[in-house]
């Protein structure tokens, strides 16, 4: 079975703090798409709060697919398919957007494809770049993930690579958190560190240049605070220094998953919010010129939370005749290579 160019599917996201409904054809058009944040209810909180969180995508997911179908012209009947992130995330949000789509599937009497939120980051350059082919090396690299993944097909990934304790998103949020930057914490760093200089605060690179395969994050996390209390480092120094750290932890891993692939990439991708940093994304586009790679990003938008990206990976799987039965679970846990050797330490992200 082949995805035919005329298939639609409605995409629903809702594993963290942002609701979204979209609407995504087989031949890579992307028919509308609606998103709704919560920065405003979080943000006296000073991160997500998970229970609030779940209720938000409750009031806000069913007018944001109503929404997305009229901006499409659409109704449901004329969708194909209905795919939802049904975890890894927050169970809360996980569930009410899962729930949503199997309700909507019954409904409509339309097939229902539980999407691996991960493999929709996974699979999101494919969306934006119809040349990508399998396999390719994915750094994967959000809010709470942190991975370097072989792409072989839908479905079929091999982790090379996970985050030990800290994801490198996480440590964006907490850098932020600490300094009083205030939330989205990724891109309020970045906005910080364009007036710093990176080299002024000497901060570690966990694991840089170790046989080890992994990323670490938390000692980086805590030289901050330690550098922060010494109140010798302005905001933006430190925000430079640190992003500084990050690329060249990123880079270094990056280089060794290349190394250790077995088959030679077709490119080197870049997914998940962290991606949608500028300065994270021009190391690792030279990295690519480096090993003579073509470098492939999703556009801004497209790393961060969406629809469409659930959206495009149920295209992916509805093609190859991937559906799933309403009794499937949301899960706050799934990795993409269940068979991936344990990595040392604890808090592992899988």
């Not at 690179?205 to 010798?232: E, I, M, W, Y």
């Not at 799934?334 to 040392?344: M, V, Y």
């Amino acid at each position: 079975m082949t995805l035919s160019p005329d298939s639609v599917i409605l995409g629903l996201e809702s594993s963290c703090d942002e609701t979204a409904a979209a609407l995504v054809r087989g031949d890579r058009r992307i028919l509308s798409h609606r998103l709704a944040t919560q920065e405003a209810v979080h943000r006296p909180f000073g991160g997500v709060v998970p229970e609030i969180a779940a209720r938000a995508h409750v009031d806000a997911l069913i007018p944001l697919v109503e929404a997305a179908l009229a901006d499409a012209g659409m109704t449901l009947d004329q969708v194909d398919a209905i795919a939802a992130t049904a975890g890894p995330g927050l169970i809360g949000g996980v569930m009410v957007g899962l729930v949503t789509a199997k309700a909507l599937a019954m409904a409509a009497n339309k097939p229902l494809i539980a999407v691996n939120h991960l493999e929709g980051h996974a699979l999101s350059p494919r969306l934006a770049d119809p040349t990508l082919e399998f396999p390719y090396l994915l750094l994967l690299v959000s809010g709470g993930h942190c991975q370097l993944i072989e792409v072989l097909g839908v479905g079929r990934y091999r982790r090379l690579a996970t985050t030990i304790d800290d994801a490198a998103g996480e440590a964006f949020d907490k850098t932020a958190k600490l300094l009083g930057l205030g939330i989205p914490g990724g891109p309020a760093v970045e906005r910080t560190a364009a007036e710093g200089d990176p080299k002024a605060v000497p901060l570690p690179r966990p694991l840089v240049g170790t046989a080890d395969p992994h990323f670490s994050f938390a000692g980086l996390k805590s030289a901050v605070l330690r550098a922060h209390q010494t109140g010798r480092f302005s905001n933006a120094d430190l925000c430079a220094s640190f992003q500084q750290a990050v690329i060249d932890c990123l880079v270094d891993r990056t280089r060794r998953a290349l190394a250790a692939m077995g088959e030679r990439p077709t490119a080197l991708v870049v997914a998940g919010g962290v991606a949608a940093n500028q300065a994270i994304r021009s190391a690792l586009s030279g990295l690519a010129a480096q090993s003579d790679l073509p470098f492939v990003a999703p556009p801004l938008w497209l790393c961060t939370d969406n629809g469409a990206m659930i959206g495009w990976a149920g295209a992916e799987r509805f093609g190859l005749g991937l559906t799933d039965d309403l009794s499937f679970p949301a899960r706050p846990r799934w990795p993409l290579d269940p068979d991936a050797e344990k990595a040392r330490g604890a808090g592992v992200k899988a």
